[in-house]
Nanobody, 124 residues
Framework: QVQLVESGGGLVQAGGSLRLSCAAS????????MGWFRQAPGKEREFVGA????????WYADSIKGRFTISRDNAKNTVYLQMNSLKPEDTAVYVCAARLSYSSSRYSKDYAYWGQGTQVTVSS
C-alpha cells in the first residue's frame, strides 16, 4: 500500500510559479515511477509528466513542456512539480500517482496509487 499526499497548490496570477510536492509512504519509493496528472472542471484527466524511479529521463505533455519540471528526492520520498509561466488554462486539480514499476508511463491506467490532489488556480 502506498499513501500519497500532495501540497503546494494555491492561487497565482498568470505568469507566476508554484511548486507542488507529493510525499509518499508505504513502499520503497525509489522503485516506483511517479506521475503527475491534472483534471480541470468538466474535462478528462490529463497527463502532465512522469519520472522514473531513479529520477532519470522525465517526460512531459506537450502542453506544459518547457514550463514545468518534474524532479524527485528519493531520500525524502518526495516528487516535485515545478510550474513556471503559469497560464489560466493550467487551472486544475493536480494529482500525483505511483506505479508498481520502475519505468514511467503517460497512461493513468498504469498507476496503482493516487493522491487526493491539490488545487491550482491561475488568474488572468
Amino acid at each position: 500500500q502506498v499513501q500519497l499526499v500532495e501540497s503546494g497548490g494555491g492561487l497565482v496570477q498568470a505568469g507566476g510559479s508554484l511548486r507542488l510536492s507529493c510525499a509518499a509512504s508505504g513502499r520503497t519509493f525509489s522503485s516506483s515511477a511517479m506521475g503527475w496528472f491534472r483534471q480541470a472542471p468538466g474535462k478528462e484527466r490529463e497527463f502532465v509528466g512522469a519520472i522514473s524511479g531513479s529520477g532519470g529521463s522525465p517526460w512531459y505533455a506537450d502542453s506544459i513542456k518547457g514550463r514545468f519540471t518534474i524532479s524527485r528526492d528519493n531520500a525524502k520520498n518526495t516528487v516535485y512539480l515545478q510550474m513556471n509561466s503559469l497560464k489560466p488554462e493550467d487551472t486544475a486539480v493536480y494529482v500525483c500517482a505511483a506505479r508498481l514499476s520502475y519505468s514511467s508511463s503517460r497512461y493513468s491506467k498504469d498507476y496503482a496509487y493516487w493522491g487526493q490532489g491539490t488545487q491550482v488556480t491561475v488568474s488572468s
